[in-house]
């Protein structure tokens, strides 16, 4: 059983949607944090 | 294939560069750290955003960016999905982390925890595997910084070991926790962007059509999703990433650095926002088929097939981007290691009537004896990433029972936690020597699981959880 292409794109596409949206997730959560000041 | 695509005069630069600002930030940082808890774990109130960025970086490795190519390129496509599900380590230990505050909310370190729940039996057993575990750990990640040197630059691996290995002493030693952190978020940022664009890229260039099926052609049991030894390691991998989280006190600092009802979120959002990097990482090894490229050696792959498709800007990106990886993870690890050779082996065994401040100097000393000790380690270069990253599995899964039972459950006793470890690290171990690496993670996980279920069967320990408290 191998993996069709229909199923490869859909794993590495969603892989870097997902990646993408990570950085900016992370930086929208530190200005929030530095905002309320609770960076540290 | 050894193409050089970064003159050494670049490679070198950019190195000096990243080198000054880390240090320079570590110890901007580090300027107002006066206590223990300060240097150790960053006054323990390190906020969300800090507590996610961290926990993703650190996870985010040579491993992640070197070896889930190189893994994709032996396994396929359960090669980079298998290694994705490393992120269940940190998704799994989210509650644990909120659960580890709550218990031991003055805790330093790991081996705190065994110490007072199992005694100094098990406690013994788990620090030699946690060391062992650690060394590997920080061998493999200095090899990475020679390895991506070389297969990235004109450089020698001994000069390019060697660099990522001060520059991330200096700042640690600098910064203490607190570098550690605010330099992981930005690293965290770098890597991201510079994985992401690598990829997509790659993508816009080759094709992703062309990438299967150059790959259906030329190596079809790559797509194989019922290829034996990818499905073994898809499994082992799972466990040996549970392991590393559960047993580490990397982690473990983490769990006691954030601030109160931040570990659970921050854990579970670092696991989510990790799961999809060692696929975009992996997948470009795929690509090898599609490039003619044919490496020296299969953990070479991941920086040989960006630079090859992005060239020679795209090589001082992709050694931007892996210098981060590395340092991330670096900086964590020698952090991690040192609190335990303060705490647990200096204050545990050598000089039990230490005080805090005696202890932060011994914390600094540790640093720079653990960087050094790495540094002699790195040097001969014994084994390929993979292989020596693989082979601490079989210590590792040995604890994530005795972990999870001890800190859920008060029957479990002391004599079994030791046992479980001893007895499933043994079998992992024979599992890598007569089977391979893709099972020893397996053998050791299922051998210390059925340990402590004869272990709870047999005895009715009732332990009493404010000792952990104290």
Redesign the interface.
Same mark, same amino acid.
């Given at each position: 059983?191998?993996?069709t292409?229909a199923w490869?794109?859909f %794993?590495?596409?969603? &892989?870097?949607s997902?990646? &993408?949206i &990570?950085?900016i997730?992370?930086?929208i959560?530190?200005v929030?944090?530095?905002h309320k000041e609770?960076?540290? | 294939m050894t193409e050089v695509t970064l003159s050494s005069q670049w490679a070198l630069l950019i190195v000096v560069l990243f080198g000054i600002a880390w240090i320079a930030f570590g110890w901007w940082l580090g300027r107002n750290n006066r206590t223990i808890d300060d240097f150790m774990l960053?006054?323990r109130?390190?906020?969300?955003?800090?507590a996610?960025?961290t926990a993703?970086a650190t996870w985010i490795t040579s491993n992640t960016t070197l070896v889930a190519p190189q893994l994709t390129y032996q396994f396929g496509?359960w090669g980079m +999905?298998g290694y994705?599900l490393a992120a269940l380590g940190l998704i799994l230990f989210a509650p644990m982390a909120k659960r580890i505050k709550a218990l031991m909310p003055h805790g330093y370190t790991c081996g705190d925890f065994i110490r007072k729940r199992f005694g100094f039996i098990a406690w013994l057993i788990f620090l030699v595997i946690s060391l062992c575990y650690a060394l590997g750990w920080l061998v493999s990640l200095g090899m990475a910084g020679g390895i991506l040197l070389s297969a990235l630059s004109g450089l020698n691996y001994f000069f390019g070991m060697s660099a990522i290995l001060f520059i991330c002493v200096c700042y640690t030693l600098l910064g203490g926790l607190?570098a550690v952190i605010a330099t992981d978020?930005v690293q965290?940022?770098i890597i %991201?962007?510079g994985?992401?664009l690598i990829?997509?890229i790659g +993508?816009s260039e080759i094709g992703?059509?062309t990438i299967?099926d150059n790959v259906?052609e030329k190596s079809?049991q790559l797509?194989?999703?019922?290829f034996p030894a990818a499905i073994m390691f898809l499994f082992n991998n799972i466990f040996f990433g549970i392991g590393e989280i559960f047993h580490s006190n990397v982690w473990w600092s983490r769990a006691f650095a954030f601030?109160e009802n931040i570990g659970k979120k921050a854990f579970l959002?670092s696991g989510l926002?990790w %799961?999809?990097?060692p +696929?975009?990482t992996g997948?470009a090894a795929l690509a090898a088929f599609s490039l003619d490229v044919f490496p020296p050696s299969a953990d070479m792959i991941g920086p040989l097939i960006a630079a090859k498709i992005l060239g020679k800007v795209g090589a001082v990106f992709v050694f931007i981007v892996v210098f981060s990886a590395l340092a991330s993870s670096l900086d964590s690890l020698l952090a991690a290691t040192s609190d335990l050779l303060t705490k647990d082996i200096y204050k545990g065994l050598i000089n039990k009537s230490a005080d805090n401040a005696h202890l932060f100097k011994v914390s600094k000393i540790s640093i720079v004896a653990l960087g050094f000790f790495t540094w002699l380690l790195c040097i001969p270069k014994v084994a390929t990433l993979g292989a020596l990253l693989n082979f601490t599995g079989a210590f590792v899964a040995s604890t994530i029972f005795p972990i999870v039972f001890g800190l859920y459950y008060r029957r479990l006793d002391g004599v079994t936690a030791a046992f479980a470890m001893a007895l499933g690290t043994l079998s992992g171990l024979l599992g890598f020597g007569f089977i391979g690496f893709y099972v020893a993670a397996l053998f050791s996980c299922a051998i210390s699981l059925l340990v402590c279920l004869i272990g709870l069967m047999i005895k009715n320990q009732k332990f009493d959880w404010q000792t952990l408290s104290e």
């Amino acid at each position: 059983m191998f993996m069709t292409y229909a199923w490869f794109e859909f %794993l590495v596409y969603s &892989a870097v949607s997902l990646a &993408a949206i &990570a950085p900016i997730i992370l930086l929208i959560l530190a200005v929030i944090d530095w905002h309320k000041e609770q960076l540290w | 294939m050894t193409e050089v695509t970064l003159s050494s005069q670049w490679a070198l630069l950019i190195v000096v560069l990243f080198g000054i600002a880390w240090i320079a930030f570590g110890w901007w940082l580090g300027r107002n750290n006066r206590t223990i808890d300060d240097f150790m774990l960053a006054g323990r109130n390190v906020g969300f955003a800090f507590a996610s960025a961290t926990a993703m970086a650190t996870w985010i490795t040579s491993n992640t960016t070197l070896v889930a190519p190189q893994l994709t390129y032996q396994f396929g496509v359960w090669g980079m +999905i298998g290694y994705s599900l490393a992120a269940l380590g940190l998704i799994l230990f989210a509650p644990m982390a909120k659960r580890i505050k709550a218990l031991m909310p003055h805790g330093y370190t790991c081996g705190d925890f065994i110490r007072k729940r199992f005694g100094f039996i098990a406690w013994l057993i788990f620090l030699v595997i946690s060391l062992c575990y650690a060394l590997g750990w920080l061998v493999s990640l200095g090899m990475a910084g020679g390895i991506l040197l070389s297969a990235l630059s004109g450089l020698n691996y001994f000069f390019g070991m060697s660099a990522i290995l001060f520059i991330c002493v200096c700042y640690t030693l600098l910064g203490g926790l607190k570098a550690v952190i605010a330099t992981d978020f930005v690293q965290t940022i770098i890597i %991201l962007i510079g994985v992401v664009l690598i990829a997509y890229i790659g +993508i816009s260039e080759i094709g992703l059509e062309t990438i299967y099926d150059n790959v259906e052609e030329k190596s079809p049991q790559l797509l194989n999703l019922l290829f034996p030894a990818a499905i073994m390691f898809l499994f082992n991998n799972i466990f040996f990433g549970i392991g590393e989280i559960f047993h580490s006190n990397v982690w473990w600092s983490r769990a006691f650095a954030f601030k109160e009802n931040i570990g659970k979120k921050a854990f579970l959002m670092s696991g989510l926002l990790w %799961l999809p990097i060692p +696929i975009v990482t992996g997948f470009a090894a795929l690509a090898a088929f599609s490039l003619d490229v044919f490496p020296p050696s299969a953990d070479m792959i991941g920086p040989l097939i960006a630079a090859k498709i992005l060239g020679k800007v795209g090589a001082v990106f992709v050694f931007i981007v892996v210098f981060s990886a590395l340092a991330s993870s670096l900086d964590s690890l020698l952090a991690a290691t040192s609190d335990l050779l303060t705490k647990d082996i200096y204050k545990g065994l050598i000089n039990k009537s230490a005080d805090n401040a005696h202890l932060f100097k011994v914390s600094k000393i540790s640093i720079v004896a653990l960087g050094f000790f790495t540094w002699l380690l790195c040097i001969p270069k014994v084994a390929t990433l993979g292989a020596l990253l693989n082979f601490t599995g079989a210590f590792v899964a040995s604890t994530i029972f005795p972990i999870v039972f001890g800190l859920y459950y008060r029957r479990l006793d002391g004599v079994t936690a030791a046992f479980a470890m001893a007895l499933g690290t043994l079998s992992g171990l024979l599992g890598f020597g007569f089977i391979g690496f893709y099972v020893a993670a397996l053998f050791s996980c299922a051998i210390s699981l059925l340990v402590c279920l004869i272990g709870l069967m047999i005895k009715n320990q009732k332990f009493d959880w404010q000792t952990l408290s104290e």
